[in-house]
């Protein structure tokens, strides 16, 4: 049966309840005119299937889509890897040891590849990849790459073998041995590196291997040779450059602090910056140890003004070091007012300040002072709360203060504070302190002799004895011992024992005072009297 052109026999579906039939939504019937007109056109035609030639070009169509979506996400895969490969990791700005960071900045200065932009960065490295290293200046140029991703164990075997396959003028290659210095003095191998710069210096004349030189030679103790380069440097290129810093400190740390000094007034009329007084203060500080001259440290304190006037905020660092400084002289009473501004400043390091104000105190006959900080101090560590000091320098290679915590000498703390509370007379609080202090070191003798002297005076003169007797034995303040237990022995009505105390005096001792003591007792012990004797 021939079928109408606008429909199509369908197998109908009925509804049960009404038993209509249902109408399917996609039969010819429901088709536009067009559609119709298009199906009347059709009608009788035979149908065409692709050939077999034709399903191929499809098919090899569909292979090469892929292939090219497949090598254009291995593109993109490779751009981004070859993306992160090329960035510049170098900086020389955090660096903290002055030659490293001079070499990096010099490194940096040479490499192409490092100041080159990233397209061009990243088409160096692909190339570096895909090309067959023939020459010097392959090696050269890979080395470049490595140093500026900071791999400087592979660019100084790159930059070896462009130095093996050099073939060119003497400038050239020494270019070559100042960049090998540069990589050993980053690897802080400075032997090595003097070695490659010298040979560079030996070639051509460069300023600025001589400025990485100095610091170099500076790290190996060589002060002499590191001042002889900077001189030269700075009679190529003048004072007034970016590395005045690091010229200085080259002076600095071969203790010619009056040059530094100059130099630092240079920088304060030129810069004004507020670190540039502190500097120059240490410089002052040197000075004034070199010379014994509180002139300088005078300067120094004028110094430590001007930095906190120029928005300078380590002032209890600056307070310091000039305690420091006013220790060196021997300035301690000054040195204690010092400590004691970076402790009310709020200094990092409390301990070590209690530690030195004690000191400083004691040294300056101030008792009073040292034993209440030294009081402090003791119930500080007895609670736990530090049991460390800290030995604090300026270091001469960075005119900086330099701190080292080590174990505190708790026992020589426990002496000094005992000591001073027996010199402003409070006995049984030195007598504490003292005994502290021998419970961790028995056999320290000046601490028994001051315990005696405390035990004397508190007429516990049998235990005194035995604290004289054993601060003899081990030769702590013998005279004093002696004379003391001299004392303890009339009391005890031990006559002889006392004569042969005074004896000793008058064949061994020098102090006057003790001696004359001691020859008028012992010719009222030979009289057969009892000498007077102060209690006080």
Request: net charge negative.
């Amino acid at each position: 049966m021939q079928k109408s052109p606008g429909t199509c026999k369908i197998k109908a579906e009925v509804n049960w309840k009404t038993g209509k039939r249902i109408q399917q939504p996609f039969q010819i019937a429901d088709r536009s005119r067009s559609d119709a007109k298009k199906a009347k056109a059709d009608h009788g035609k035979e149908r065409r299937y692709p050939q077999v030639s034709e399903r191929a070009e499809v098919k090899k169509r569909g292979i090469l889509f892929r292939a090219t979506a497949a090598l254009l996400v291995a593109a993109m895969i490779s751009g981004i890897l070859v993306y992160q490969q090329t960035g510049v990791i170098i900086n020389p700005e955090p660096m903290q040891n002055k030659a490293v960071r001079l070499a990096a900045k010099q490194l940096l200065a040479d490499n192409d590849y490092a100041n080159a932009s990233r397209l061009e960065r990243m088409s160096e490295y692909t190339r570096n990849l895909l090309s067959g290293r023939k020459s010097s200046g392959d090696y050269r140029r890979a080395a470049q790459i490595e140093i500026a991703r900071e791999n400087y164990q592979e660019a100084i075997t790159l930059t070896s073998r462009a130095i093996e396959g050099f073939s060119g003028s003497d400038p050239e290659i020494a270019d070559l041995y100042f960049q090998m210095g540069y990589l050993h003095v980053m690897e802080n191998e400075f032997a090595e590196a003097l070695k490659w710069l010298d040979l560079g210096m030996a070639l051509t004349d460069s300023p600025e291997a001589k400025l990485v030189r100095a610091q170099v030679k500076l790290n190996l103790g060589d002060m002499d040779a590191a001042v002889k380069d900077v001189t030269a440097y700075m009679d190529a290129v003048g004072s007034t450059t970016e590395y005045m810093a690091d010229l200085i400190n080259v002076y600095e740390a071969a203790g010619n602090y009056e040059t530094a000094a100059l130099m630092y007034t240079r920088m304060i009329e030129t810069e004004g910056a507020a670190d540039s007084y502190l500097h120059r203060a240490f410089c002052y500080i040197g000075i004034a140890q070199n010379n014994r001259d509180p002139v300088f440290m005078h300067r120094a304190a004028a110094d430590r003004d001007a930095y906190e006037k120029a928005g300078g905020r380590e002032t209890a660092t600056a307070d310091v070091m000039l305690g420091i400084g006013w220790m060196r002289i021997e300035q301690y009473s000054l040195a204690g007012e010092r400590f004691i501004a970076a402790l009310n400043e709020g200094y990092g390091n409390p301990e070590s300040l209690y530690y030195y104000i004690v000191l400083c105190s004691y040294c300056s006959e101030n008792y009073r002072q040292a034993s209440t900080y030294g009081d402090q101090l003791i119930d500080r560590v007895s609670r736990g709360e530090s049991g460390h000091v800290a030995e604090m320098d300026l270091e001469g290679t960075t005119g900086k203060l330099n701190v080292k915590l080590t174990e505190m000498d708790f026992p020589f703390l426990c002496q000094m504070t005992g000591a001073s509370y027996m010199k402003i007379g409070n006995f049984n609080q030195a007598i504490q302190c003292l005994t502290m202090c021998l419970s961790l070191e028995p056999e320290r003798a000046t601490a028994r002799y001051y315990r005696g002297v405390c035990l004397l005076k508190l007429k516990r003169y049998q235990e005194a004895e035995e604290d004289f007797n054993r601060a003899i034995a081990g030769n702590g303040e013998p005279e004093k011992s002696h004379y003391s237990r001299a004392i303890c022995r009339i009391k005890l009505d031990n006559a002889a024992g006392a004569m042969e105390d005074f004896d000793w005096i008058l064949l061994n001792g020098t102090d006057e005072e003790l001696f004359q003591a001691a020859s008028g007792m012992m010719a009222q012990l030979m009289a057969g009297e009892i000498p007077a004797i102060d209690e006080e």
